[in-house]
């Protein structure tokens, strides 16, 4: 391995050392503040480094990982990402009390797991990345051992991960059986394989990428965990985790679906029924975090249908839908991380109530980031709405189209009740409020002013994108 | 940049009025009327510096790079017709900011922040020339709305307000999806990628394809005219929100229904919306005497209006597919004077409201005496409303139903059976309101100086346009000439080729 290899691998290295240097850190001194910045100065040199790195790519680094454009562009979203919810955890881990260092120990390993995903091209490192990524969450998602929502959340998902993983390991099993390669290239000539053990194998490893997702029929933990976990983490799990899953399954199946009649029709089941269940069933929910994990399944069955759209630009409007629904969920989710206390999440419904006419600016937020996920104009969720309508239209995909746009209506009722409770008349009780705290308020700000930016003005990030992702196939 | 003006100053003044509610709750309200005001003058500047060369098709445009990677532009035009609906918006917006003077006491501040942008929205809508960009302002009109609904209306505001919202989203993204196809199909004869209207016009489209996108455009405006079976939102919505919310519905949203029809449905899919005709004509002529009908058994007096403005767009739907000069003429006076007279309406019901604290006509009878300029207003404009010579309602229905005789004589006729029943509904509510003993012994204070003045305002407007309506035909005319192209191709043209 000659040493431009080593530095295309920078991005990852910093990572890896990071979690190194907090575990020390934390074993010399545990003090919150010194990991929490820890942390992000290491999250923040490798977020640097992703620029650095720019132009040595691509390098493939053994047959398992590829460091190109498209790495470097997820890679980027995800340590940002990361990082935002680093700081969140700080605020809202600074009201509890107990150990709370390690937490950032396993957010910089899950990371870690994240990057993995992004930048592997065979079965041996996606499976090493999904692994790190799911081990690092199980202790997040249950981070509060005192909490019986939290365990039951933990162990679901520990169960239902590991099952999945099964399943994958299965279907990269019989994949190789047929096709003699680990390669996610392997995949490209589907024709001459023995389609019978491809397509179950390709199946099996559906579902293990589906689980991540939360897709149906895959989605049965999603809303325990998001109500169980502590907010941030399950910013983490709503954010960063999928999207390393969701560049991953373009990179391992992108091409395929146009090449089975079969596989495009299994994703347009799963895209369809996502589209539906999500926003069904988010109607009748009280609460806001299940709210948000109900929407997140609806969500990522529209991305299913530009992934599925398939062409050059499925690819941007994915990587744009993605960034879009990475900044608008970190934003509600550092909402509620701020309007928690000590003894609870804010969760129910009734903690927002008239929140417009105690707090503006935090409601105002708040307000974007539900028409955002509305896909209402002026926010990036409109863009990335409109992004994927583009290429479905391009495609000729009426059928999903249609369905995402009426689904879509459905789930705005769910949107603006919220908005509306924002609104609502103040109840009698003022609970005292509570200063914001400049750390969680510069991560919501700068958040809302991209949300709003890139929503009116998208097209530095469209350039971007393109230039990017662009290049994948 | 002028055109940029008009919507930036009502954005900022939003902002400030927003802003200035701390401090006084006065001080948006001015803040509001001066904005508007200034916007005004800003719209006389574009009337006097147009260039009279008739061969131009735009008094002032802007034309700007937005998003290019998908052939995005920040295009906006103004022309005769849209010049028209701007006036209406700026004279409805002081109208709106004046009834609300009293009415609104509490988040006065917010209140006036949502008005400016739905104006805003507004002005956007009339004056976006590129797809994508009308599409933008199409929902973006939308929020503030939604927001005056639910904050400030009625019992069933959250109610009325989500299903405003559904029915507009809901065809809305239909109308993206139209668009879409649009411009792919655009891009496939041309290979350019654009939302740019003037680029789209004359796009060649195969027969199913253009009704399909016809048909994805008219859901969108069908909603907001609207045309009956699509009508539900309606009196919901009008009825809940509050009196500027509701005069800025009746006025001007539901123009921007008849706005659509007329800038794109007809021009850009002439031979979809030829065919489609027939149904349209009995649509429109369904909405004329069900919203007549209806509005005669209400006994809510804001209800009793809103279902007159279904009665009254039905004439527009039926004037634009009419396909002849005079009725689409007609079109854009009713649009227009209905703006006026509804309005006033609203205003008025508004006031009543906030002297005895309820809509019920059962309750009211005898106000006359006590209230005899309130009154007075209010038959003036039933009388406008039920059509009477003189006033621009009726230059306006005239002006259709001649248009529509040449095309059916049939519709026209039951169509005048709508006028018929206007004339009912509006004495009844005459009858009930204000004549006839007082009952409840009400005592109520008459019109204030303020309410006087939009009074004033709306009433002279309507007799203008009723005595003298030429020079706002005249302003509408070159836009006309553009779509009398297309209505008058030769009968071949628009048949569906083979």
Known sequence: MNSSVTASLLPLILIAVTAIVVMVGIAAKRS??????????????????????????????????????????????????????????????????????????????????????????????????????????????????????????????????????????????????????????????????????????????VTGIGFKLGVVPFHLWIPDVYEGAPAPVAAFVATTSKTALVALLQRYLGGATHQSERLFFLFSVIAIASMFAGNLLALRQNNVKRVLAYSSIAHFGYI???????????????????????????????????????????????????????????????????????????????????????????????????????????????????????????????????????????????????????GVYPAPLLDLIRATIGGLN | MILIFLVAILLIAGILAGIAARWSTLTPRWISLGAIA??????????????????????????????????????????????????????????????????????????????????????????????????????????????????????????????FFLFTQCSGLLMLIAILALYFIHHQSTGVYTFEYPELLGTTLSNRAELAIMLGFFVAFAVKLPVVPLHTWLPDAHTEAPTAGSVILAGLLLKTGGYGLLRFVIPLFPRAAHEFTPVALVLAVIGIIYGAVTAFSQTDLKRLVAYTSVSHLGFVLLGIFSWNPLALQGAVITMICHGLSTGALFVLVGGLQERIHTRDLNRMGGLWSVAPGLSASALFFSLASLGLPGLGDFVGEFLVLLGSYKVSVALTVVATL??????????????????????????????????????????????????????????????????????QMPAAALRRQP
């Open chain 2, 38 to 163: 200034l916007d005004l003058i800003l719209a006389a500047h574009i009337w006097t510096d147009r260039s009279l060369n008739v061969s131009a098709t735009w008094y002032d445009e802007v034309n700007w790079k937005w998003i290019p990677t998908f052939g995005i532009h920040f295009h906006l035009a103004v022309d005769g017709l849209s010049f028209l609906m701007l006036i209406l918006t700026f004279f409805l917006g002081i109208v709106a900011v004046l009834c609300s003077w009293t009415e609104i006491r509490e988040k006065v501040g917010f209140f006036h922040f949502n008005l400016m942008w739905v104006l805003a929205g507004i002005v956007s809508v009339f004056l976006a020339m590129d797809l994508f960009l009308f599409y933008f302002a199409w929902e973006l009109m939308l929020i503030p709305m939604y927001f005056l609904i639910v904050i400030w209306g009625h019992e069933r505001r959250v109610y009325a307000g989500t299903k």
């Open chain 1, 32 to 205: 919150h503040k010194l990991t929490a910045v820890l942390t992000l100065t290491g999250l923040a040199a490798s977020f640097v480094s992703v620029f650095e790195v720019a132009p040595l790519v691509p390098r493939q680094v053994t047959s398992l990982l590829i460091i190109d454009r498209y790495s470097l562009f997820y890679l980027g979203l995800i340590i940002a990402s990361a990082a935002a919810v680093a700081v969140l955890s700080y605020k809202y881990f600074a009201k509890h009390d107990g150990q709370r260092e390690e937490l950032y120990l396993l957010l910089v390993l899950a990371t870690l797991g994240c990057g993995v995903l992004v930048t592997s091209v065979h079965f041996a490192s996606f499976l090493l990345g999904l692994e790190v990524l799911s081990i690092s969450l199980y202790g997040m998602v249950a981070y509060f051992t005192d909490s019986g929502q939290a365990l039951e959340a933990g162990i679901k998902y520990l169960i239902l991960a590991s099952a999945s993983a099964a399943f994958l390991l299965f279907g990269m099993a019989l994949i190789y059986a047929a096709t003699g390669t680990m390669e996610f290239s392997g995949m490209r000539e589907l024709g001459g394989s023995s389609l019978a053990l491809v397509l179950p194998g390709i199946a099996l490893s």
């Open chain 2, 418 to 487: 709508g006028i018929l029943a206007s004339t009912f509904y509006a004495l009844r509510m005459m009858q009930r309101a204000f004549f006839g003993p007082n009952t409840n012994s009400w005592l109520l204070p008459d019109l204030t100086p303020r309410e006087g003045v939009i009074m004033s305002l709306l009433i002279v407007g309507l007799l203008w346009l009723g005595v003298y309506p030429q020079p706002v035909l005249n302003t509408f005319a070159p836009a006309m000439d553009n779509l009398q192209r297309v209505v």
């Open chain 1, 304 to 454: 299913l249908v530009a992934f599925l759209a398939g062409a050059t630009m499925a690819a941007s409007a994915v990587a744009f839908y993605l960034v879009a629904y990475t900044v608008t969920i970190l934003t509600a989710f550092g909402i509620v991380t701020v309007l928690s206390t000590s003894e609870a999440d804010a969760a129910v419904l009734e903690d927002y109530r008239g929140l417009f006419w105690r707090r503006p600016v935090l409601a105002s937020v708040f307000t974007a980031v539900l028409l955002s996920l509305a896909g209402i104009p002026a926010t990036m969720g409109f863009v990335g709405k409109f992004y994927i309508l583009y290429s479905g239209a391009n495609a000729s995909a009426w059928p999903l189209i249609i369905v995402l746009v009426l689904t879509s209506v459905i789930g705005l009722f769910y949107y603006l009740r919220i908005v509306v409770t924002l609104f609502s008349p103040v109840p009698e009780a003022q609970s005292a409020t509570e200063r914001l705290g400049w750390s969680s308020a510069f991560v919501i700000g700068a958040l809302a002013v991209l949300l709003i930016w890139f």
